[in-house]
């Protein structure tokens, strides 16, 4: 794609001539190509292009809310919309990191800590504790301390046997796309 820079001939120029397509952006009049378009579309193409169809969905329902609008609008780099990042951030689900576990010791009050990160925000965060077995334990939902970063959870049940249990934390993003890790104790 070019970019024309002070040229009398294409400046404030759009549409397409030809093969050629002139756009602004930014004050600034960019050249390319037409896009083709094929008559035969492979399963991972179409896949492609269902999850980004789900993509602008969920931008256009979520850049309707004024406060999430707001939000993607700052996490915007310079060029970039809010549209433009809740498109984005549907491609990236969180990510969870270190599991801290050390707190756990089975009586009510324990606390589970677990680390974790979004593009944008991450909407929430859930605990299950289950038994070797894949009996519950407990579950519920953690929440975010001071720093930003850290989720805890307040065991609510008594676990008489803590070897071979299983944590597993999920967190949503914005656009509900979920993240798993477990850790077994």
Known sequence: ????????????????????????WFGKTIVGKTSRHSTSVSAAQEQVRLTFRQATTYAKAAITDNAIRLLYKSKAEPGQSAYNMAVADFFKPPEIGEIDSTGYTGQTGSKIIAAVTDDVKVASVSVKIENPDGSLVEQGDAVLQTDGL??????????????????????????GHPSVKQKTI
């Open 150 to 175: 850290h989720w805890m959870y307040n065991c609510t049940s008594l676990n008489a046997s803590l070897t071979g249990d299983i944590i597993t934390v999920t967190a949503l993003d914005l656009p």
């Open 1 to 24: 794609m070019a970019k024309s820079k002070n040229n009398i001939a294409t400046h404030g120029l759009s549409g397409q001539v030809d093969q050629l397509v002139f756009r602004q």
